[in-house]
């Protein structure tokens, strides 16, 4: 018996993707809490993907963190300065660099210039951007630039009333020890030592 031979028509039909969105679209929000420092909304959202799902979203300006050292004594191994004080949200003492929030309609920069004389009483004549990043993108769209200050010289601190710190400085190499001994668990304070490290190592700073 012979085979049968069937011809097609036209080709195959291709399967028709819809096309994906780059970013979520917001079909309703509503405020839940509004603080002093941040406000959470619950946010439907429309995902890039396509599905449809709710999501708790905690608002927040941004913050600056402060990266200032002094190079004035050991250029190999300088001197940065560091903050001690009591965190409730994680019930212990940190050891942090000094960072805090940008105020409404503040810049950046300034924030990290006000911030920085404000809980250390430091100020720097140089200023560059390390780099940008998100700390809790899954709920928290705070984001934190991190900036290092050179040139620091010294003055009066003016922290806020609710603000107990202690103020002292230690090497990089401290540091990166303290680091190493799993004595340093602030978020902000690993990424910006870690990356002042590369830096400096790759000669790109």
């Known amino acids: 018996m ?15 993707k819809k096309k994906r969105s780059a970013k979520s679209r917001v079909i309703s929000s ?8 941040f406000s959470v909304f619950s946010d439907k959202v429309e995902e890039p993907g396509g599905d449809i799902n709710v999501r708790d979203v905690i608002r927040h300006n941004g913050s ?49 210039r006000r911030e920085l004389i404000e809980e250390t009483g430091y100020r720097a004549k140089r200023w560059v951007l390390l780099t940008k990043y998100f700390a809790s993108p899954v709920f928290l769209g705070e984001w934190m630039q991190i900036y290092l200050a050179r040139d620091i010289r010294e003055g009066n601190a003016a922290p806020e009333d609710d603000e107990s710190i202690e103020v002292f400085r230690l090497t990089l190499s401290q540091a990166l020890g303290l680091v190493a001994a799993n004595k340093i668990h602030d978020g902000k304070t690993l990424i910006g030592l870690m990356l002042y490290d590369r830096i400096r190592r790759t000669g790109h700073l």
């Open 64 to 112: 600056v963190v402060i990266l200032a050292i002094d190079e004035s004594k050991n250029p190999a191994d300088p001197e940065i300065v560091f903050e001690r004080q009591y965190r409730h949200a994680a019930g212990q003492f940190l050891i942090e660099l000094p960072a805090g929030r940008v105020d409404f309609q503040e810049a950046p920069l300034a924030a990290a």
């Open 2 to 16: 012979a085979a049968q031979i069937i011809k097609r028509s036209s080709a195959p039909k291709t399967v028709q």
């Open 30 to 37: 509503k405020l839940a809490y509004k603080g002093k420092v």
